[in-house]
């Protein structure tokens, strides 16, 4: 079966809402569907890269093409688990989690998106404290990182939530113009004091490796997470 040669098909984060897995390939067909309907206010760009002003038929056909990239890219030294999120079986969004030299940094970095009709319901923080429970209680993360462009409040506004802290600003261009953007850190034991979400995660083991990470290693750390 496909799974033992990919494990990472079996894992699963849930939170009392929401269920965060990768997709087959009718729920990425939906995903990208989702994206070609919006997922911003045409008057601002909340992303580095501004895929969203491709037109939707090349911006939905972008989802798939990355999608596909970052499985086939993959490596224990250079990963990104693209995690497609779903409310009550309904494609909501995505939730990215990527890492370099994981093994020895420990430090992770996410990112994300909702579809516009799934805004402010609060699935962005909840969402984002399930990869924050795989990086820390899964993974053994030390740092968790993120940001967040002026015209992304809403992303600077859940990562407070989650307990990040201030760790600097970069300037960038977005759509030819000049972005600030505030990087966030969020540390282990801030995880642990502002976690408020409860998650669950199934499928984790076999796909430690993929990780760079053994089973050996983080069986007692995961035993005094979960």
Known sequence: MLIDHWPLLGLRLSTPRLELRLPGEGELAELAELAAGGVHEPDRMPF????????PAARARSVVQ???????????????????????????GLQTITAQDFAVLRQVSTASWLGTRFQRQGIGTEMRAA???????????????????????????????????????????????PA???????????????????????????????????????????????
């Open 180 to 226: 600030m953007m505030r990087r966030l850190r969020l540390t282990r034991a801030r995880w642990d004091t502002h976690r408020k979400v409860p998650v669950s995660i199934t499928g984790l083991s076999p796909c430690l490796p993929m990780f760079g990470l053994s089973d050996d290693g983080l069986r007692g750390h995961q035993q005094a997470c979960w």
């Open 66 to 92: 990355h999608h596909w990239l970052r499985r086939g890219n993959w490596s224990p030294e250079n990963w990104a688990l693209n995690l497609v999120v779903f409310e009550t079986g309904q494609v909501v």
């Open 48 to 55: 580095l890269v501004p895929w969203t002003d491709l037109p």
């Open 131 to 177: 990869v924050l429970h795989l990086a820390f209680a899964g993974l053994n993360a030390l740092d968790a990182l993120s940001g967040a462009l002026e015209d992304n409040p809403s992303s600077f506004t859940v990562s407070m939530k989650l307990g990040y802290e201030l760790d600097g600003v970069e300037r960038h261009v977005v759509r030819g113009r």
